[in-house]
């Protein structure tokens, strides 16, 4: 297993992170009423926007976000994280964080992505990126066809990172944050080329995997690497039965 080139480098602050085990139970709860004593009371009309970035990638925690924005402060340029360019996203990374009314930014470890699974993973992540907020929406609105278990309405938009302005503020937010911890990656383990695929199953990254095999943030649970850990077979190397005669 490869060693890192250097140490790892501290996580960016204002970020949720829990520990690096839990419980599928954990993730099907409801936010616990204790919770409520440190949570404001909702505040009519504010409506929070979730959205995740990661699930994909065959390395590094999966990222969500939570945003609320001002509408006394809006910001141009809102749109789906995927369809701008990494310095638009950057730019508005920035004033997203300093004219929002609050916003969190949470992860799910590869520990917990390979223990839940990604999709448990992700609403983990959500949750904790929800719970994170200053202030307690009355609503929270979240990219896709599904939501996280919250003690507030939630609602779920297919392709609402292109529909509703805090759902793309999240996803910028989520997104930009993952491309740092790409970076950061790609430092400590430079022969896998973290700073180009940013994790997700390129033919480069496959053939670097099989190459140095798998680094300490590699996702166990993905076909990828299972393959290259020896806890599956190679696809390409299973001969497919013949039909019956």
Request: proline share 8%; with cysteine; aromatic share 2%.
């Amino acid at each position: 297993m490869p060693s890192p080139k250097s140490s790892k480098a501290t996580k960016a602050p204002n970020v949720a992170t829990k520990g690096s085990r839990a419980s599928k139970a954990a993730v099907e709860l409801v936010v616990p009423q204790q919770l409520d004593l440190l949570w404001p009371t909702a505040s009519a009309g504010l409506l929070a926007g979730v959205d995740e970035a990661g699930r994909g990638p065959l390395a590094g925690p999966v990222v969500a976000a939570a945003v609320i924005l001002d509408d006394q402060q809006p910001i141009s340029g809102l749109a789906d994280s995927k369809k701008l360019t990494a310095r638009a996203r950057e730019r508005l990374y920035d004033e997203i964080r300093a004219k929002a009314l609050c916003c969190c930014i949470a992860e799910a470890s590869v520990e917990e992505i390979d223990e839940l699974n990604i999709l448990h993973a992700t609403m983990l992540a959500m949750r904790r990126a929800v719970e994170g907020l200053r202030l307690k929406p009355a609503m929270v609105q979240v990219d896709g066809n599904r939501v996280p278990p919250l003690s507030v309405p939630a609602q779920a938009i297919v392709k609402g990172d292109a529909k509703v302005q805090a759902i793309s503020a999240a996803s910028i937010l989520a997104k930009v944050h993952r491309d740092r911890l790409c970076e950061q990656l790609h430092e400590a383990y430079p022969q896998y080329g973290f700073d180009g695929h940013k994790g997700y199953p390129t033919a480069d990254h496959v053939a670097a995997l099989k190459l140095h095999g798998a680094t300490p943030a590699h996702r166990r649970s993905f076909g990828p690497v299972k393959v290259v850990l020896g806890l599956a077979p190679d696809p390409s190397l299973v001969q497919p039965r013949s039909g019956r005669r």
